[in-house]
């Protein structure tokens, strides 16, 4: 398996002359999706980011969805900005008491049961999008929308975390998440752009994680209120990240 760097990941705070609430900013919810209307303005919003990418073709319905949104084992979340929705992203499990097929299985069967073993439990991230036309930069809701994730790891007693992104994303996530490459590129069905399967040891990473990227950290509180009403709110956690002379955040694609 090959492994990240060992170079420091930097905190996450804002460049010398970015505005705090472009890396933070306010009024954002999440909730988990479940009335006709959040499915409609989920696939609307992959449908316009994978559009804007070139990735899919033009669909007289202006959405995209696929069979594993009506999985059991998945779940699908919706990130709000003042009520508005932003962007999207799916959340599915599987774990040796309870074996379903993961979306990245069908692509990278035989690299996760060679890098993680087909007897752990993974949470897989898929089909995350953010509208591009919502003025948030798609960074930040990005880390907004991996909150879900860390959550339904931490729910789940999960092993690893996975996600397939697009080959000019892998320096970012691994700079920013220390995700490890667990593939090569593989083309992806119906995508114009092959995918590399990416992997976090949640366990061995995630406290770290936690420290560096406070928004991402899974409180008690945060299990229990997203188990009572599907909702994940993001508390004023920045006070845990001091600005210092060398920290920046660094971009991927």
């Known amino acids: 398996m090959m492994k990240t760097s060992t170079i420091p990941s930097p905190v996450l705070l804002p460049p010398s002359g970015t505005s705090d609430s472009a890396i933070h900013p306010r009024g954002l919810e ?3 999706v479940s009335t006709s209307g959040d499915w409609q303005d989920v696939r609307l919003i992959r449908y316009q980011a994978l559009r804007a990418r070139d990735e899919i073709g033009e669909s007289d319905d202006c959405g995209f969805g ?23 992203t ?11 097929r993961l979306p990245a299985a069908e692509i990278f069967r035989r690299e996760i049961e060679a890098s993680i073993g087909l007897d752990a439990t993974i949470v897989e991230a898929s089909l995350t999008a953010v509208d591009p036309a919502c003025g948030i ?5 990005l880390f907004h ?9 931490a729910s789940e007693n999960a092993d690893w975390l996975v996600t397939a992104v697009r080959e000019p994303q892998i320096g970012f996530y691994r700079r920013m998440f220390n995700m490890e490459i ?3 590129a593989e083309r992806w069905p119906g995508m114009a752009m092959p995918r590399v399967l990416m992997g976090l040891d949640y366990r061995a990473e995630a406290p770290l994680l936690f420290k560096r990227i406070p928004v991402l950290a899974v409180t008690d509180d945060d299990e229990r209120d997203f188990a009572e009403s599907g909702v994940i709110t993001f508390r004023d956690r920045r006070g845990a990240s001091k600005r210092s002379r060398d920290a920046e955040l660094l971009a991927g694609d």
Request: glycine share 4%.
């Open 182 to 184: 667990l593939s090569g």
């Open 66 to 88: 696929d069979e594993h949104d009506a999985a059991l084992n998945a779940i699908t979340l919706l990130l709000l900005r003042s009520g508005q929705a932003v962007a999207s």
């Open 137 to 141: 930069d798609p960074k930040a809701a």
């Open 145 to 153: 929308l991996l909150k879900a994730h860390m959550l339904r790891c």
């Open 90 to 100: 799916r959340s599915s499990v599987s774990s040796a008491s309870r074996r379903w």
């Open 30 to 32: 999440m909730r988990r």
